[in-house]
C-alpha cells in the first residue's frame, strides 16, 4: 500500500512531498498543480504527462521523483526492478505523447525560434 503525505492538506503546497522543491513546484505550477492534493489525486504519471505537454525535455530522473514523493520516499530509493518498470512506463508515456503529435522536440525549436508555446 502507498503511503501519502500530507493526507486531507488541501492547501498544503506541492512543496510538502518529500523530494519537490521550489524549481519542481514551478514546473508542476506550470500544468496547473498548485497543491498536494491536486498533484495526489492526478498521480504521478498523468502529472507528468501534462508536464511533457509543455514541451519540457522529457527526464527519467523527474518521472520517479513525482512516483517517490507520493510515496514519502527519498528520491535516490527506486532501484532495481521497480526503477525498470518506472522506466518502461516512462519511455511508454513518451512514446504515446509523441504519437499523439506532443513532440517535444518540436516544441523546444519553437520555443527557441520565438513562436512562442504551442497554440
Known sequence: MTQHIADGASADPVTVFRNIGP?????LAKVGIHTADQLRDLGAHEAYRRILQTGIRPHFIMYYVLHMALQGRPWNDCKGAEKDALR????????????AGNDPELERFLNAI???LRR
Open 114 to 116: 520565438g513562436t512562442g
Open 88 to 99: 518502461a512506463q516512462f519511455d511508454a508515456l513518451k512514446a504515446e505523447e509523441a504519437d
Open 23 to 27: 524549481s519542481q513546484a514551478e514546473t
